[in-house]
């Protein structure tokens, strides 16, 4: 008997060959095959008249063929057909190149249904190579995505053939689907692959939507729960109150919420598995201090890596001042560490001597072992893979971690995209902090911003221009970095320290440049979004943006967290010479608001998710139909559903979730193959 999980040669029509060819197209079983769902539709039940067709767009007509058809033969092996067709609303040109067979069977004079893309001219509209069919045609057609194998018709055969010999098994329980008003598995199915009508169509895409973001969540909750093995990392004191003695600031409610958060995990005989989302200032390292200080108090090691040396260092620094005189060791490994003192470092390491050691990548290689490593952070995540964090907590026995970003991703795809990790938020900032009052301008104003950012360079302050791109670009009316450094060098600035920052720099000429803008040797950086990460130079108070328009909503935040991080008042210019009304209300929202989350929310509203969702990070599954920004009421719903179904069947065992429970576990391979 064939079900869902028969190997996809079994299916009638398909053997070794084209196998082969669907397998590596992810589709290895039946049950894939049905779960592949046509690319889009050609729907020949919706008929424009010609009249209303509109030019580059793909559309159906149905008219009558008025002329003889023409066939011109231009070369050798290139014939064109040509003839004019007619609707009640106007006529057209209807042009094909060598398709013989199909020209040879028309007939002047008969109606037809053409499908196609329109271009033409302002009198006569034209279709090239349309898809032409009886015009007693009708209904939907999928069009699958074809290989140069297997046509999308070869596809449609196979889907078809699938439907009829493999019952689905139903993953939504009835109450679930009663209460949101969605079709059972079957139905769907069929109407996804051959729909009858508009409604039939959307009325399977409703449920399948919907079933892929509650299988998505489903899963996930389960891989959250999943028994993380035990941690060999008991933490059973909470030093919290002796931390907050030696810290020279009160912390925020939400600073002490987290820490307590992570207490709670590192208490359970469970690892840990936490990501600190907090916006830029919003003081997550006196977090991560905290629990390297609990950690250490109860005896084990913490290590905390930062994507580049300027980091690290900086973490060194603040952490080690923390600690002063409590007593911990605190030792700092990047590349830039002395072969001599590296083995020194090592050595204590593995004696447990060092209580917390900060670095760089330079902490996975193969010869640092830590005698008990308890806690592993990580900081500004997204510039560390997955493994790398693994390979740093593998050097420990499943050791607690912590991942600090500062991204800020609205709320509800954070709880997506970071899978399996639990998430606190910091959404409160010290007090005191300065605020920095962001002005949009044109170019008109350069020679004054200019003056004003040399007011504050003569003070002592240092700053910041920031340009969207590095190499020349002649369609963009946009200066490039090194020019407009050089220029200014020369020019308006001669006699200042300037230092440029870009992206084609080695890794080791942009740390000494920021060395040397952190100590204040260069006064004005000019830089492209390389600084965006984690940079804190206090004494920077101005940093202007030049062409804003050209950059992310939440990457104009990061830029802006740069400045604003020492007991100065801090401004930052916006420059824009666009004036349409979409830059100008992206532009407000950040001249507008400080708050990372609302400028993320405002962002995807305005760009759409490609920013967050595009890079292939985050280790999801492909989404087959939903859209995790245009279907977020549903994620919302199916979320809720989710927890309500769990609760009623912590583990799924009831007859009616079976279906549910073996699509989440297929879902589990996924996950764990990414
Ligand atoms: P981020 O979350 O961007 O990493 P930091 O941890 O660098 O933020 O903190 C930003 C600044 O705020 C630092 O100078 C830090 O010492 C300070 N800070 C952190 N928490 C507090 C607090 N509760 N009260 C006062 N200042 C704080
Ligand atoms: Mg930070």
Redesign the pocket.
């Known amino acids: 008997m064939i079900t869902a999980a028969t190997d996809i040669q079994f299916l009638k029509g398909v053997g070794e060959k084209r196998a082969v060819v669907l397998k590596s197209k992810g589709i290895d079983t039946i049950g894939a095959l049905l779960r592949f769902y046509p690319r889009k539709y050609l729907d020949w039940t919706d008929i424009k008249p010609i009249s209303e067709a509109s030019f580059f767009e793909n559309v159906c007509i149905k008219a009558r063929i008025i002329t003889p058809i023409e066939t011109i033969e231009k070369r050798k092996g290139m014939t064109i057909f040509k003839f004019m067709v007619e609707d009640s609303s106007a006529t057209a040109h209807i042009t094909m190149f060598n398709q013989h067979f199909l020209a040879n069977r028309l007939r002047t004079g008969r109606e037809y249904l053409f499908y196609g893309r329109v271009d033409g001219n302002f009198y006569i509209k034209q279709m090239t190579s349309p898809i032409i069919m009886e015009s007693s045609f009708g209904g939907i057609e999928p069009i699958y995505q074809a290989s140069k194998t297997i046509s999308s018709k070869v596809m449609e055969k196979l889907v078809k053939t699938a439907l009829q010999s493999v019952e689905m098994v139903e993953t939504l329980p009835l109450e679930i689907r009663e209460r949101n008003g969605l079709c059972d598995i079957k139905t769907a199915l069929w109407n996804i692959h051959f729909p009858k009508t508009k409604e039939g169509l959307k009325s399977a895409q409703k449920r399948l939507v919907f079933e892929e973001l509650f299988v998505l969540q489903a899963g996930l909750t389960f891989l959250k729960k999943r028994s993380r093995g035990k941690t060999a990392c008991l933490i059973e004191k909470n030093y919290f109150d002796d931390f907050k003695g030696i ?6 409610n939400a ?1 002490q919420r987290v820490i307590n958060e992570c207490f709670e995990d590192m208490k359970s005989g469970r690892p840990m598995n936490r990501l600190v989302q ?11 201090a905290a629990l390297m200080y609990i950690t250490a108090k109860n005896g084990y090691q913490s290590a905390l890596m930062a994507p580049t040396e300027i980091l690290a260092e ?1 973490h060194y620094k ?1 952490i080690k001042g923390f600690f002063e005189n409590s007593g911990l060791m605190v030792a700092l490994l990047t590349g830039a560490t002395t072969k001599k003192q590296k083995a020194v470092i090592k050595e204590q390491l593995k004696t447990g001597e060092i209580d917390i050691i900060i670095g760089t990548h330079a902490l996975i290689s193969d010869d640092v072992e830590f005698k008990s490593l308890g806690l592993v952070v990580t ?1 500004e995540q997204h510039r560390f893979g997955v493994a790398q964090r693994g390979k740093l907590s593998s050097k420990g026995e499943n050791p607690h971690t912590l991942v ?1 970003s ?1 991204t800020p991703i609205p709320r509800t795809l954070g709880l997506i995209l970071y899978g399996d990790l639990d998430i606190s938020i ?1 959404d409160e ?5 300065q605020k920095i009052d962001t002005y949009l301008v044109d170019t008109n104003y350069r020679q004054r911003i200019y003056n004003y950012i040399k007011k504050f360079l003569n003070e002592g302050r240092q700053g910041y221009i920031v340009c969207p791109l590095v190499e020349e670009n002649e369609v963009l009316d946009i200066t490039p970095a090194t020019e407009y450094y050089e220029k200014l060098k020369e020019n308006d600035f001669k006699g200042y320290s300037l230092g440029l920052l870009h992206g084609k720099m080695s890794s080791k000429e942009k740390e000494s440049v920021m060395r040397d803008f952190s100590e204040g040797k260069i006064q004005l950086l000019i830089a492209t979004t390389v600084i965006e990460v ?1 940079i ?1 130079v ?1 004494n920077a108070v101005i940093m202007v943006i030049e062409n804003a328009e050209r950059f992310g909503l939440s990457q104009l935040h990061q830029l802006r ?1 740069r400045i604003g ?2 007991k100065y008042k801090s401004d930052c210019i916006l420059i824009s010479d666009n004036k349409s009304d979409d830059t100008k209300k992206r532009l407000d929202v950040i001249k507008n608001t400080a708050d990372g989350f609302k400028i993320a929310d405002a962002d995807l509203e305005l760009r759409g998710p490609g920013d967050f969702l595009g890079s292939r990070q985050h280790g999801l599954p492909d989404m087959k139909i939903a859209d995790l920004f245009a279907d977020r009421d549903v994620l919302h719903k199916a979320g809720r559903e989710v927890e309500y179904l769990i609760k009623n069947d912590p583990s799924l065992k009831l007859e009616e979730n079976l279906g549910l429970r073996e699509e989440i576990i297929a879902l589990y391979k996924k996950l764990n193959n990414n």
């Open positions: 810290l020279p600031f009160l912390l925020t600073q907090g916006d830029v200032g919003s003081g997550k390292t006196a977090v991560c900086q603040t900081d600090m500062a910091i900032y010290p007090k005191g902090r984690g804190d206090p967290g991080r020492g």
